[in-house]
């Protein structure tokens, strides 16, 4: 199989983040709950997790780095913590419904900084023009999940700290892919995931924090038993429960992976893959694919699409041959609106660091191959 859905999860880890995991079942107790040695063990390990994603991220301290258990979640104590009824909340066009459904549901008010696909400057004069208005929170995806559209999020940063405007980002595909300096953002929070671009097992997330947050849950923490309110202080007055520390584990290992490796050495593996894929597509007969004319605007994410394909169909013929990726509206119907897409929708390829040159040509091929078959069998005058 050739895995190219790592805009998903990164199917394909570093063999030490599943031993790791596997290691823990039997190792490692609960953090806080206990002075024997499977429990401090434990602590010893969230703690090296805290530490080594600090460090990655340029987080002053390790306890503003909070374990979720996914972006999503991450993200609903963000907007929760900053927006309520009829705020005025500001997003880019490339949201996920990670972002857009919270808000939705809490009823703010909401606008969209919308501007052309791949194009930096516009998407960061739509911000200033809606930041200029006055708004209450601004929210913005560093890199859109269906086209890798990565948006100027250092400047939209700074607009956002000039107007002592709060920002949330969610760096559900940049985190790991892209460098990220939490401390130059000045974000109130920034949300990710464990298992994309951090190579970390399912069911993991971080989120730092540059504001007090409030917290989603309520309940034990191994800290301050006696009061009936959560701790003040982080990272306790937001894990509430006992912690996933078999995939902590795992993602402390990631997290290495990607200290040995290097993320700009991650992203330019990345960038070449995804322009070889682009270029390669865009030569087939009746294939869009939607690749940036500028490699700096673009991370290890592509859509395409094929006229008279339906996605989903032309997704699972491509399964049945070896090829996994994703067909559909990748749960962010705001981006496909915004690029035009949004009747079709797309097919959506994705890489990592484990993809080689070899995989994308044989994909290549498979597209031509299939393409062809189906032309030659009349299917285009049907």
């Known amino acids: ?99 857009t459904r919270p808000l939705s549901a809490m009823g703010v008010s909401l606008r969209v900084a919308r ?31 269906v086209f890798g559209f990565i948006l100027p999020i250092e400047e939209i940063a700074a607009l956002c700290r000039e107007r002592e405007i709060p920002l949330i980002v969610d760096a559900s595909q940049s985190a790991g892919v892209l460098p990220l300096d939490f401390k130059a953002l000045g974000a109130a929070f920034v949300a990710m995931p464990g298992h994309k671009g951090l190579y970390g097992p399912q069911g993991t997330g971080l989120l730092l924090c540059g504001t007090d947050p409030i917290p989603l849950l309520e309940g034990g923490t191994g800290s301050e038993s006696k009061r009936q309110a959560m701790p003040e202080f982080l990272p306790d007055r937001l894990e509430a429960g006992t912690h996933n520390i078999a995939g902590i584990a795992g993602l402390l290992e990631g997290l290495r992976f990607l200290e040995r490796r290097g993320v700009a050495n991650i992203a330019a593996h990345e960038s070449g893959l995804i322009r070889r894929m682009g270029e390669g597509l865009r030569a087939i007969p009746g294939v869009e694919a939607f690749l940036s004319p500028d490699p700096a605007a673009q991370a290890g994410v592509l859509s ?71 032309g030659k069998s009349g299917r285009k005058e049907a």
């Open 115 to 145: 501007g052309p696909l791949f194009d930096q400057r516009a998407a960061l004069e739509a911000f200033r023009r809606e930041l200029d208005r006055g708004v209450d929170l601004a929210v913005c995806t560093h890199v859109s999940n």
């Open 1 to 99: 199989m050739i895995y190219l859905d790592s805009a998903a999860t990164t199917l394909q880890k570093p063999a030490a983040v599943a031993a790791a995991s596997a290691w823990s079942i039997g190792h490692l107790a609960s953090p806080g709950r206990g002075g024997h040695r499977p429990a401090m063990a434990a602590a010893s390990t969230a703690y090296d997790c805290r530490e080594a994603a600090a460090r990655l991220f340029r987080v002053d301290d390790p306890a503003k780095v909070v374990f979720t258990f996914n972006a999503t979640h991450g993200l609903n104590i963000a907007i929760k913590t900053l927006a309520g009824p009829g705020s005025r909340v500001v997003v880019s066009g490339y949201e996920h419904n990670a972002v």
């Open 304 to 374: 395409f699409r094929a006229a008279g394909w339906d996605c989903e169909e032309l997704g699972e013929l491509l399964g049945s041959r070896g090829i996994a990726l994703r067909a559909g509206l990748h749960c962010a119907p705001l981006a496909h609106e915004t690029a035009g897409t949004l009747e079709t929708g797309t097919l959506r390829a994705s890489v990592s660091a484990f993809n080689t040159r070899h995989e994308i040509e044989k994909f290549l091929g498979t597209v031509r191959e299939l393409l062809d078959l189906e």
